[in-house]
């Protein structure tokens, strides 16, 4: 019966026959793709691809209603409340507290 590090050693050699596997069958499938893209006339925007799609804001345009002990913001808007604002109102600290 093989050793713990004879299978180990095995192992990744099998890995990287794979890996080498994928890469050689990979090519060979883009080339096919790009042969029948050729052949029918279909571009990269016709897959839906290349494009580029807008950053969603990230940030509320809203102005700040409340400061946090570390001088983070806060609107004060819908949606889940900053940790900070949480663990005051864990604290037994009113909002209001901390409002400019």
Known sequence: MATYSELM???QAL????EQARKNELSEVI??????????GI???DLGGGSVRKAGKSKSSAPAKYRGPN??????????KP?????????GKSIED???
């Not at 001088?71 to 889940?80: D, I, Q, S, V």
């Not at 940790?83 to 604290?91: C, I, P, S, T």
């Open 9 to 11: 050693a095995q192992a």
């Open 15 to 18: 890995m990287a026959q794979a």
């Open 31 to 40: 080339a096919d793709i790009k042969a029948r893209m050729k052949q029918y």
């Open 43 to 45: 571009t990269v925007a």
């Open 71 to 80: 001088g983070e913001l806060w609107a004060g808007g819908p949606g889940r």
């Open 83 to 91: 940790q900070w604002v949480r663990d005051a109102l864990a604290a």
């Open 98 to 100: 901390f409002r400019i």
